[in-house]
């Protein structure tokens, strides 16, 4: 499920310490002023439906393809074992570059780096679809990762700064939620269908044609920032949490297939944590940071991420748990399995059309706390579930948890990037896009291996849920104590 600072004087940053200049808006295609009501109409929402459309798009990416890799590991004869790799191939650069994208894209272009980004996605896309061995299989899956890395954040950014902070915002980022929860979930029913009656080439197509449609729209919607100056990039920086993100993407991904016994596992592990610590060091010796430290020890940073990054690494690893129990325990079909799931994305429109009146009632504080809260409970009601039976409870629960999943995440969305200044728009977005692909990484290698490990499967899914929903609810009274402290 898949689905997002301070002012420039204020707590966060300072003009002493923030080299980047403000960015100079393209007259011709400056941001659209924001009314009083949420409305979005005319041009705004064509450019929304642009940057959504190639939201939707690598979210489809993220499960289009997982039911079919047993028939493409046969027709490029890729063994079990390297079937991971079709999905660690893909995960590795989507993760890895994202902060780095968002920077570059704060200093370059925005929207300069999401076209090159959409134009890399479609073309890598298209090197999948006529793949002639797993090498070039792969080479596409890579490429399309660094596309979607420059899409996910660029495109973020560039809708939080078109959209002013209020009413305006908060629907779009409704409505982009919604669609990253949305494609997470048709892929997952898509993949299936094409995958039987067009083959498993037909999922990398569909991303291609989503492409062909997005890309030559954009350049004439999509406004631009430029910034007068290029301040130099903070290379030592962009290294080590590059590389510290793609170690640790690499070890949590592989030990989610085999474990954390592998060697390769614990060395990359350990390079990562290593990687990301020395980027700490780095960027406080810096003096053009890639992140602004200060800007991670606001408490609407460090508390909204927590949250992002607990729900959507706890919903993942639920969807995962109920997949093993549905089909294993109760003998229920793929077929089946996915329709009870694409039921969440029917309740998960809903709840995106109501989230955003929540948090214009509310507060993002209180809805992103309640979100989790939501999401906790009704995971431990999956507790519920028995051996014999339980698909109807498993199903109403999970989709009724899926609704408060994504009030969480449009609200923590929200609570990271509202007071942001636009220069630092690509940080913020890159910081909250990084959270949840971290998040979808982490969670199924933390607490799913206990489902397969225990006396039974269906006591090692009871204890996967309970453990789950014990952590979302401990995060859920910390986010709501650090968020009651935040200025």
């Keep these: 499920m898949a689905t997002t600072t301070p002012p420039p004087a204020g707590p966060g940053t300072s003009p002493a310490t923030d080299p980047t200049p403000a960015p100079v808006p393209d007259p011709a295609l400056s941001p659209v002023t924001a009314p009083a009501s949420s409305a979005i109409t005319g041009r705004a929402r064509l450019i929304l439906l642009v940057l959504c459309a190639a939201q939707f798009m690598v979210a489809l990416d993220f499960s289009v393809l997982n039911v079919a890799l047993p028939v493409l590991g046969a027709d490029l004869g890729m063994s079990p074992a390297a079937l991971q790799w079709a999905v660690t191939a893909f995960a590795l650069p989507s993760g890895g570059f994202l902060l780095l994208s968002g920077r570059v894209g704060d200093l370059y272009g925005r929207r300069k780096l999401f076209l090159i980004g959409l134009a890399l996605f479609g073309s890598a896309s298209l090197l999948a679809t006529f793949a002639w061995d797993p090498a070039s ?20 950014s560039l809708l939080t700064t078109t959209f002013p902070e209020g009413p305006q915002r908060d629907r779009a980022l409704g409505i982009s939620g919604t669609l990253l929860s949305l494609g997470f979930t048709v892929g997952m029913i898509l993949g299936g269908v094409m995958t039987d009656t067009l083959g498993w080439r037909s999922t990398m197509g569909l991303l291609a044609l989503f492409t062909l449609i997005v890309l030559p729209l954009a350049p004439g919607l999509l406004p631009e920032s430029r910034t007068p100056e290029r301040p130099r990039l903070d290379v030592p920086g962009a290294v080590t949490v590059t590389g510290g993100l793609l170690a640790l993407i690499y070890a949590l991904s592989t030990a989610a297939e085999r474990g954390f016994g592998g060697l390769d596992v614990q060395l990359t592990l350990v390079a990562g944590v290593a990687l990301l610590v020395s980027f700490g060091l780095v960027e406080s010796r810096s003096d053009a940071p890639l992140v602004s430290l200060p800007m991670l020890k606001r408490r609407t940073i460090a508390f909204g991420n927590l949250g992002g990054l607990v729900t959507f690494s706890m919903m993942s690893t639920v969807i995962f748990a109920l997949t093993l129990y549905l089909q294993e325990t109760l003998g229920l079909s793929s077929f089946v399995t996915g329709l009870l799931f694409g039921i969440q994305g029917v309740l998960s429109v809903l709840a995106g059309t109501l989230v955003p009146k929540v948090i214009g009632r509310f507060g993002a504080r209180r809805t992103l706390v309640a979100g989790l809260a939501g999401q906790g409970l009704l995971t431990a009601a999956l507790l519920g579930i028995g051996t014999g039976s339980g698909a109807v409870l498993a199903g109403v629960a999970v989709s009724l948890a899926s609704m408060f999943h994504l009030g969480a995440i449009i609200a923590y969305g929200v609570t990271v990037t509202s007071g942001v200044p636009d220069e630092e728009q690509g940080l913020a977005t890159g910081l909250v896009t990084t959270t949840q692909q971290v998040g ?22 009871r204890t996967v849920l309970a453990l789950d929903a014990a952590i979302v609810l401990a995060a859920a009274v910390l986010v709501a104590v650090g968020l009651r402290r935040a200025k």
């Design 440 to 461: 979808l990484t982490v969670g199924i290698p933390m607490l799913g291996v206990l489902a397969t490990t225990g006396s039974s499967l269906y006591a090692g899914v």
């Design 137 to 156: 299989f792969l080479a596409g899956r890579a490429f399309q990762g660094v596309g979607a890395a420059m899409i996910v954040p660029t495109g973020m």
